[in-house]
């Protein structure tokens, strides 16, 4: 019998997990041997199932929630703009903390990839470039938010460098938008790899924002190197930053 430890979810149930894998894929044909360990890991991780009883779209949802119940983000009635959408887990966290189905806050996503529809959430397909896109969520959520958040990352070649590199243009997209709408006083939270953001990113988020601090939710996997970088008490655009084109 193989020993496994008992975790917790954010639920506070309690699981039989890391230690050891309670379900093994078999071998098959057309199966790599990471495909298999993949799926050795979903079956296994306490979070998909929590997240799955929760109605959660994604795992991820429970890594906002965490963040959320630790750091006290989000509130009733805020405005929030949610960067890389789908599947829609960070979405529907949000909804449910601004009180959308209430009839109060605004929020709006985008993706690149089709995402299901939120009650009273404008979600748009496109590219956070493109500037059409970016001026219909703009004028939907009044030209103001109290939060841009944003899950992005971008597809893992294997090579740490190059990995970090194209994560870290993400981060810079989603700080041009963050710029642009955040209302003074508001908040940017987006994630970045093990490590942190370039030191040119981490001087303008200092300049820009009252407090500025990396932050790694539980639902987070200890062998990942993604982190969080959190950003609060907007102060206003450096006189020196110029928005990309």
Not at 127 to 151: F, H, R, T
Request: charged share 30%; aromatic share 6%; hydrophobic share 35%.
């Amino acid at each position: 019998m193989t020993d496994r430890k008992e975790t917790k979810g954010t639920s506070g149930r309690s699981y039989r997990g890391d230690a050891g894998l309670t379900s093994k894929v078999k071998k098959k044909r057309g199966l790599t041997a990471s495909s298999r360990r993949w799926i050795e890991r979903q079956i296994n991780d306490p979070y998909v199932a929590e997240a799955r009883s929760k109605g959660y779209r994604s795992r991820a949802a429970l890594k906002l929630e965490q963040i959320d119940d630790k750091h006290k983000l989000l509130k009733t009635g805020q405005t929030v703009l949610d960067l890389g959408s789908a599947p829609g887990g960070w979405l529907q966290v949000t909804s449910n903390r601004i009180g959308l189905d209430e009839g109060k806050g605004k929020l709006a996503g985008i993706d690149l990839l089709d995402v299901d529809p939120i009650t009273n959430a404008l979600i748009l397909k496109g590219d956070i470039n493109d500037d059409e896109k970016l001026a219909e969520l703009i004028a939907y959520i009044g030209g103001k938010a109290d939060w841009v958040i944003s899950d992005m990352a971008a597809d893992t070649t294997g090579h740490r460098p190059t990995d970090h590199l194209r994560t870290t243009a993400l981060l810079e997209m989603a700080l041009d938008t963050a710029m642009r709408v955040l209302v003074p006083g508001g908040g940017f939270l987006s994630k970045c790899f093990q490590g942190g953001a370039e030191i040119e990113l981490l001087t303008l988020m200092r300049q820009a924002f009252d407090q500025v601090k990396h932050i790694k939710p539980d639902a987070s996997r200890s062998e990942s190197v993604e982190i969080y970088v959190l950003c609060t008490g907007f102060k206003g655009v450096p006189e020196h930053y110029l928005f990309a084109d």
